[in-house]
């Protein structure tokens, strides 16, 4: 069964440090990969996705993602976080690829990143 | 463009009342979603439509309903709420073809309170 995982509930940086949050997954096949930040009471943005190519994606506001085929993982990264990136982040990998693809996602539970000044 | 707006933002029903989530998008998306999200869960997908007169069950169907007579509406029909069905929901589009996976869009959410 296809799944992601984000191991953290919530990750913790000191503003100007590098932030990590961690997402694995697991799918058969070629993974398409995700990410998504939702602030409060507003809807997913998204960010930036992993098709094929360089391993190392860039999106938008200063976020890359690094995909690693041999560890599953599929971690987002900015290597100065901001007080403003405090928010709640979802990975998401996409169920079916090729003459399957109905684009239905599936969703990590979401890491809160709080950044504290 | 508005890009994929939801009304309403906000309702509270009694159980076993019924309501229509709306949703629109004017990006000519051919696909577009209903998903729940509910604390610590993530989101969870209710229905998707492939296009204009076609829809298929997500994840989580039960309890609701849907129709596509155009590209660009896909309302949502909860027609006898239970308190579990308390949640978020957001709608989202996005444009597939050949084959390759294309970007979702999310609306801005409807929170929904059954009591």
């Known amino acids: 069964a296809q799944s992601v995982a984000q191991p953290e509930d919530q990750v913790n940086v000191a503003e100007g440090n590098p932030l990590t949050v961690k997402c694995t997954y697991s799918?058969?096949?070629?993974?398409?990969l995700f990410w998504y930040v939702q602030y409060p009471n507003r809807g997913l943005q998204f960010l930036l996705k992993?098709?094929?190519?360089?391993?190392l994606v860039k999106g938008s506001y200063g976020f890359e993602a690094e995909f690693n085929k041999s560890q599953t993982s599929f971690h987002l990264k900015k290597p100065s976080a901001l007080v403003s990136d405090s928010a709640l982040y979802f990975c998401?990998?996409?169920?079916?690829?090729?003459?399957?693809?109905?684009?239905?996602?599936?969703f990590g539970q979401g890491t809160t990143l709080q950044v504290k000044p | 463009n508005a890009g994929v707006t939801q009304t309403p933002k906000f309702r509270i029903l009694k159980i076993g009342q019924s309501m229509t989530l709306q949703c629109a998008q004017d990006?000519?998306?051919?696909?577009m979603y209903w998903y729940r999200q509910d604390p610590g869960m993530g989101l969870k997908l209710i229905y998707y439509s492939v296009g204009a007169g076609i829809t298929d069950k997500g994840e989580v169907p039960n309890g609701y309903n849907v129709s596509r007579s155009t590209t660009e509406d896909f309302p949502l029909r909860l027609e006898l709420a239970a308190p579990s069905q308390t949640s978020v929901y957001f709608c989202?589009?996005?444009?597939?073809?050949?084959?390759?996976?294309?970007?979702?869009?999310f609306g801005p959410g409807t929170r929904l309170l059954v009591l």
């Open positions: 990006m000519n998306h051919n696909y």
């Open positions: 998401a990998v996409l169920r079916g690829a090729g003459s399957s693809n109905t684009g239905k996602l599936i």
């Open positions: 989202a589009s996005s444009y597939i073809a050949g084959g390759l996976p294309g970007t979702q869009y």
């Open positions: 799918v058969s096949g070629n993974p398409y």
């Open positions: 992993y098709i094929t190519g360089d391993n």
